[in-house]
């Protein structure tokens, strides 16, 4: 194949086939999914089991290799393509697509890092249980990049982010060690603990690490009960404001909300000319809210019965069979590949206290209008987290101003820079408005204690000293 040591190695590990070294077939590892960022890997490789990236961890260190770890390429801030990394390769994780046998007394199973976020949900389903994370990239996104990024989605208000799904993890690090207790079969009942309070909590650590720490090649996920009768509103309001005062109403008076999704008439045009869809409702509002309940009943009337009697509600769709349920979906769901067939957003994800919501989208579209004044700004996201994902779109040169006034600005809010789709390499720069210096040496400090020669990863996460 090649004098290159590397690459020998590599193939002796993994077979020929999975080191990708033609430029036209690794292209698609090279550049993210919005096509801002772009990289250039020495190869990309692509193992089959933990054994295997251990053996690959190990080659490279060996040779001082920086390793960019991949699953499904779905991530928007950068961290998964080899941007800026000389000599790096890319380590993708998407053969590691198994799946263990449910475990029906826990409800938990075991399931290799690059297992798609569909492909576990079918999985549980088919076993009497759920999975609770979902999201619109959810049959590209795989665990292990979810996990690594702490990833969000639609029913983190009922079951949390991420890393509340993991119970405990399989782990790679960087001298080829292996971080965790699973046998190779994955049959194993172990390793589900439902407390287990020895100690640090190395699990949860890696949990959001973003490939900095260690490459994750398993998870053993919390499932949740599956919840088969559904129901979806899109209600129609005036502003934020209004939305969330519905949202705290529906959470007082129903127990079966699940999502509370949030939008506004900019995004609902251009969902509308992207994907040819007629209005979902007769009344045009400024804000959108979408919601939906999950429950072992039809959930219907409890929340037609919340809704009553809220001035707020302008105008509403309701929908209880799937087709109808996934119609209303995509209003919300559309909004990443409407924005992404107009041009290359600046994408950010940021998180405010639910207090100053309301304020924050005009602060921000300000914002964004005095640096950037020809971009156009579309804001959505997830209501009960006040998590809005900022897209400018035509900011030109000045996506890095528009990137620092949008973040000081939630920064001085008290909000996070990076809600759920982590820092990546699109937001070191500005992690210290969200973590104090004595939080970021202390970062700093697990990072050289488990990867000295700081080859997982670099340029993710931690800024440049
Ligand atoms: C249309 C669309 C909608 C989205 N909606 C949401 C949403 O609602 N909520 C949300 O949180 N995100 C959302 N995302 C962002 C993205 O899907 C998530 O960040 C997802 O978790 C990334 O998973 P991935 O497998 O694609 O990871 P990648 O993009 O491949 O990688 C992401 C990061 O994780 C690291 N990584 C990947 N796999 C591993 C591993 N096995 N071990 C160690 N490190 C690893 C990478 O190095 C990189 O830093 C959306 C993306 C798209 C395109």
């Excluded at 209303?328 to 919501?357: F, M, Q």
């Excluded at 005009?362 to 006040?386: D, K």
Aim: hydrophobic share 50%; proline share 6%.
């Amino acid at each position: 194949m090649s004098g290159d040591p590397l690459i020998a190695r590599l193939a002796a590990t993994v077979g020929e086939p999975h080191v990708l070294i033609d430029p036209g077939i690794a292209a698609s590892y090279e550049v993210d999914w919005t096509g801002r960022w772009h990289g250039s890997a020495r190869l990309v490789v692509r193992p089959e089991s933990t054994p295997e990236v251990s053996r690959v961890v190990v080659a490279c260190a060996a040779l001082g290799v920086p390793i960019v770890p991949q699953g499904g390429n779905t991530g928007l801030v950068g961290g998964g393509v080899p941007v800026g990394v000389d000599g790096a390769i890319v380590l993708s994780l998407r053969r590691l697509s198994w799946l263990g046998p449910v475990d029906a007394v826990s409800g938990q199973v075991w399931v290799g890092a690059g297992a798609t976020l569909a492909a576990v949900a079918r999985h549980a389903r088919a076993a009497g249980w759920d999975f609770g994370l979902d999201f619109a990239a959810r049959d590209s996104a795989t665990v292990g990049g979810a996990v690594a990024t702490d990833a969000g989605g639609a029913r983190v208000l009922r079951y949390g982010t991420a890393r509340a799904q993991v119970l405990s993890l399989d782990a790679v690090l960087a001298d080829g060690r292996l971080l965790g207790r699973t046998p190779a079969n994955a049959s194993t009942e172990l390793g589900g603990l439902m407390k287990d309070g020895a100690g640090y909590d190395l699990v949860q650590l890696l949990a959001g690490s973003e490939g900095t720490l260690g490459v994750i090649t398993a998870v053993r996920l919390r499932l949740v009960p599956l919840l088969p009768a559904r129901v979806v509103a899109l209600l129609a309001v005036q502003d934020t404001a209004a939305a969330q005062r519905v949202l705290a109403a529906l959470r007082q008076r129903v127990g079966s909300l699940t999502a509370a999704e949030f939008f506004h008439a900019d995004g609902l045009a251009l969902v509308r000319e992207h994907a040819g869809l007629p209005a979902p409702l007769h009344t045009e509002t400024p804000t959108y809210l979408l919601v939906e309940c999950a429950s072992r009943s039809d959930p219907t009337d409890a929340l037609a019965g919340a809704l009553s009697g809220l001035a707020e509600v302008q105008d509403v769709a309701v929908a209880s069979d799937p087709a109808g349920r996934a119609a209303l979906w995509r209003y919300r769901e559309a909004h990443a590949e409407a924005i992404n067939a107009v041009g290359v957003p600046v994408k950010l994800d940021v998180a405010v206290p639910p207090a100053v919501l309301a304020g924050a989208g005009e602060a921000i579209r300000s914002a964004i209008s005095a640096v950037a004044p020809s971009a156009r700004t579309i804001l959505f996201g997830h209501l009960a987290e006040a998590n809005v994902h900022v897209n400018a779109l035509g900011a030109g040169d000045a996506a890095e101003a528009v990137t620092d006034t949008v973040l000081r600005m939630v920064g001085a809010l008290g909000g996070s820079i990076s809600a759920e789709h982590g820092v990546g390499r699109a937001k070191p720069r500005w992690l210290r408005l969200s973590r104090t210096p004595v939080e970021i040496e202390a970062m700093r400090a697990i990072k050289s204690a488990l990867d000295p020669g700081g080859l997982l990863n670099p340029g993710v996460l931690l800024p440049p000293r």
